[in-house]
Structure formats: C-alpha cells, structure tokens
C-alpha cells in the first residue's frame, strides 16, 4: 500500500473568506454532501481571491500599453488659411486647384497624383507647386 504525503498550508482568518451558502442549499443536501459542498465553495473562493490581484495588474498594464500607442500614433490636424486681397484660400482649396492642373493642363491621370509642395506668394498672386517631387509649375490664385 502507497502512502501518499499531502500538505496543508493554513491561511489566516483574513485570507480565507467565504462565500454565503444558501439555507435551501443546506437543508436539501444530505449531511455528508454539505460539508462538501461548502469546501467547494471556499476553495472556488480562495482561488477567486488570490486569481483577481493577478487578473487586475494585467488589466492595468494592458490597459496603459494601447493607450501609449495611439498617443504617439495621433497626428496633429492642421487647418491653414491664406488670406490676401479680400480672397481667401485653405490648404484643401490650392490642393485642389493644384489638382485639376495635374489633370486637366498637363494631361496626366488623377491616379498618378501621390505628393504635391505649395508654395503661395500672396504679393504676386501665384501658388508655386512641385508635384511628386518632378514636375514644377505655378498657377494664378
């Protein structure tokens, strides 16, 4: 016959709590099946306690990582307006102006149009553009 060791750790009162078992529970349960049925409860509520603190921290840190991410992933909105000569233009407006030059007067496809550079010299009236870091030109504003 094997003997087998088993080890008991005794917690203290404050560790151990409890849930309450219902009267109607008790009473129908055989006596046997009482005591049972009341560890069962402690000890799913000892694991409970002792899995929420681990549970809990994870959270947090999971939590504070995304959070840290999508600050440095958010990009400043810009909204700049030139003003002159009682006119008015934002940045969208000349994108578009700077647009319809690429497709309409040097024939190109709308598709083809990846990065422009404006450069507006109010004084003269002209918007200076550099589209896809080749073709240069300028337009009337």
């Known amino acids: 016959m094997a003997t087998t060791k088993k080890t008991v750790t005794k ?8 849930a309450p078992v219902k009267a109607e529970e008790i ?5 046997g099946e009482e005591k049972k ?12 306690e002792k899995a929420a603190p681990k549970r809990a ?3 947090k840190t999971a939590a504070k990582k995304p959070a840290a991410k999508k600050a440095a992933k958010e990009e400043v ?3 700049m307006n030139v003003q002159f000569g009682g006119k008015s233009y934002t940045t969208d407006d000349l994108v578009k102006i700077a647009k319809d030059v690429w497709k309409y007067d040097l ?3 709308a598709m083809d149009f990846k990065s422009v550079e404006l450069y507006v010299k109010p004084e003269d009236g002209m918007a200076y553009y550099v589209i896809n870091g080749k073709e240069a030109g300028s337009f009337y504003i």
């Open 37 to 48: 049925a009341a560890v069962k409860e402690t000890a799913a509520a000892v694991k409970e």
């Open 107 to 109: 024939k190109q496809k």
């Open 27 to 31: 009473k129908a349960a055989p006596a």
């Open 77 to 79: 909105k810009v909204s």
């Open 57 to 59: 921290a994870r959270t």
């Open 11 to 18: 917690e203290t009162p404050a560790e151990v709590k409890t």
